[in-house]
Structure formats: C-alpha cells, structure tokens
C-alpha cells in the first residue's frame, strides 16, 4: 500500500517567520470610534476611520484647520463632541485615537480604553498603543498595510510607492467582481483545487487591462474549464541555492498551488515562506518511501510540490523519482532552479580567495 505522510516533524521549518506586529484587518462599518485631540494628525487618523466606515465621534474644543474641515462638511461620518473626552464615551466603542498633550492625558486615556475593553492608540507615544496605523495601499476592497514597527515610517513610505507603482488602480474593480463572483464559483467548483484553478486564472486575469468586458457570466465560463483541476499532480521544483530572490516566477506558481511540499532539508525557511499559508510542508526525512507517498497524494486530488536544493534537472535522483511517479501514471512538472554560478566560476572565485 502507499505510504501516508508522516505526522509532522517538530523539527521542520516554521510556516511564518518571526513577526514584529500582527497585520490584522478591522471591520469598522457602522460602528463607534472614538477620536480626541484637534491636530493635523488626529484628523488623518478620523479620516482613516471615518473612509472604513466608522462612525467617528470627535473630542475637540477648538478643532485644527484640518479637523475643522472634516467636521464641517458634514456628511454625516462625524459627530463633534466640544467637552473633553470622559470614560462613559467608550462605552460600546470598536476602537480609540488621542493625540494627547501631555503624558498625564496619554496614560488616562489609554487607562480608560482598556477598562472598557477598547484597542487604543495614542499618537506617537508607542507605550500606549494597542495597535498601529501602517501606510496604506488603497485598491479597496483590495486593501494593502505597510508597517516597518516603527522603525522606519520613510520606509514604509517607499515601499507604499512601490506597490503603488506596479498595482493597476484597475485591480479595485476586479476585487469588487471577485467578491460578487465567490458564492456562485463556490456552488459550480465544488472541490478545493477546482476553486483554486479558478481563481489562479482570475488572478491573471486582474493583472492585465481593466475589466471592461470582464462580465459575471463570462468569468464564471472560465469554472467549466477548471473541473480538471481535481486531478493531482507532482511538480519537482528548484529552489536553486537557496535565495528567495533567485527563486522563479514559475517555481512561485507552484509554491503557491500547492497542498503538500516535500522539502529537502537545506532548503531554507525563506523559500518555504514563498509558499500558501495553507500547504502541509513535510521534511523528506519524515517520509518511509516519499515517491510511493507522493503519489498516493496526487491520486487523492492534491497537488504536490517536491521542493529540492539546487536544480532537479540536473538531478540523478530527482530523475529516478519522476520515473516512477511517470511509470505511476502521475501528472507531473518539473520546474528548475536558478544556478548561481557554474562549477568552474566558482573553483575560480575559490582559488582567488585563497592567501598567496
């Protein structure tokens, strides 16, 4: 009988690295914030909050230019409050801005916030902050957070103009079709890989011109060509020498398709970061007879990402592996890695190194 994967390897390689803060998306929509202080910076801090639908009640005896401006358009998002902020205000609020003067009037308000179990943040003063505002990417409902933990808000700032560059403003209308399209993909593709086959092809769709042309019903055409997707398969992929940024785009394509990777040890938890959150990742050593194992998942419908060090093109025992799996009548790939430099230029750089 095939053999089953392993239980896993407390060993192996965590799914997610070390993280400073956690990204989390908050839902605001018809809910209380509760904002205090009259700055410039309170004020974009009400305009983010008031853009994700909250309700912002403002504590402002004499408003800034800017919060001024806010609070009289009058639209209907914000409710200006002149007395000063008191406990009884966080009293079923979803969250809580200040831009305090002083350190007396930090500690209070974030003391009052977390009493009534409301996630604070007082502005510039990170010792009293449940959470923080990151730069952000709008392509709503496609929404991008940048956070550098403090660290470097210029940064942060650049990378936002990075993203910015290389999104279309166009991908905020594929969101919206997505989000239209799910519950009905949903009931056509009833399994797993048919959903992901589908919304792989989306994706590439929403990278391209703007979907002018890009109906209901002609998307969901694309569900009947992606019932194939239940078969499984096995793609050998090569992690090259072990740089995430040497990495292929196609060897990320698989990485990001996949439901179980087979990893080599040497291959380091940067490249497996690259893969879906969701993939069981399993070390080779844990596997009795990993080809009769990898099989037994493809037949099951999964697909299967057998990650080596370096290029299984160029391996001999990468080769005996797909011989069997293609002898097992397995659908496979095979994908190379990126050799970072030939044998000889590396004996050269070698030889150069060396003391005379």
């Not at 799914?15 to 400073?20: D, E, H, I, M």
């Not at 912002?56 to 902020?85: I, S």
């Not at 792989?200 to 998307?219: K, M, N, V």
Request: charged fraction near 20%; hydrophobic fraction near 55%; include cysteine.
């Amino acid at each position: 009988m095939p053999t089953a994967p392993s239980p896993p390897d407390s060993s192996a390689a965590p799914r997610v690295g070390a993280l400073a803060v956690l990204p989390v998306f908050i839902r605001l929509a018809g809910r209380r914030a509760v904002v205090a202080g009259a700055s410039e910076a309170i004020a974009w801090k009400a305009e983010l909050l008031a853009a994700a639908g909250a309700e912002v009640h403002v504590h402002a005896g004499r408003p800034g230019p800017a919060l001024a401006a806010l609070l009289e358009a009058g639209d209907g998002r914000f409710v200006h409050h002149r007395a000063p902020w008191s406990p009884p205000a966080f009293a079923g609020a979803a969250i809580a801005v200040c831009d305090a003067a002083c350190e007396e009037e930090a500690r209070a308000f974030c003391a009052a916030a977390r009493t009534a179990g409301v996630p604070v943040n007082v502005v510039d003063r990170p010792a009293y902050c449940d959470f923080q505002f990151g730069a952000i990417v709008n392509r709503s409902p496609a929404v991008i957070a940048i956070s550098t933990d403090r660290a470097a808000p210029v940064l942060a700032q650049a990378i936002r103009r990075r993203i910015e560059a290389v999104l279309p403003p166009a991908l905020a209308r594929w969101a919206e079709l997505a989000r239209g399209l799910r519950g009905r993909v949903n009931e056509r593709l009833v399994t797993a890989p048919q959903r992901r086959a589908f919304w792989a092809r989306f994706a590439e769709l929403a990278f391209g011109p703007p979907p002018a042309g890009a109906t209901p019903g002609r998307l969901l055409a694309l569900a009947a060509t992606c019932a194939a997707a239940a078969a499984g398969s096995v793609s050998f992929v090569g992690a090259g020498p072990g740089d995430p940024e040497l990495v292929t785009l196609k060897a990320v394509r698989a990485l990001q398709a996949a439901d179980l990777i087979v990893h080599d040890s040497a291959v380091p938890a940067a490249v497996l970061e690259l893969a879906r959150r969701e993939a069981e990742r399993r070390p080779i050593g844990t596997l009795d007879d990993p080809v009769a194992a990898m099989a037994a998942q493809a037949r099951a419908g999964r697909h299967v990402v057998r990650l080596m060090a370096g290029d299984p093109a160029t391996c001999r025992r990468a080769a005996a592996d797909i011989a069997r799996l293609r002898q097992a009548g397995v659908a496979m790939a095979v994908v190379p890695g990126i050799v970072s430099a030939p044998p000889a230029a590396v004996a050269a750089d070698r030889r150069v190194a060396q003391p005379a």
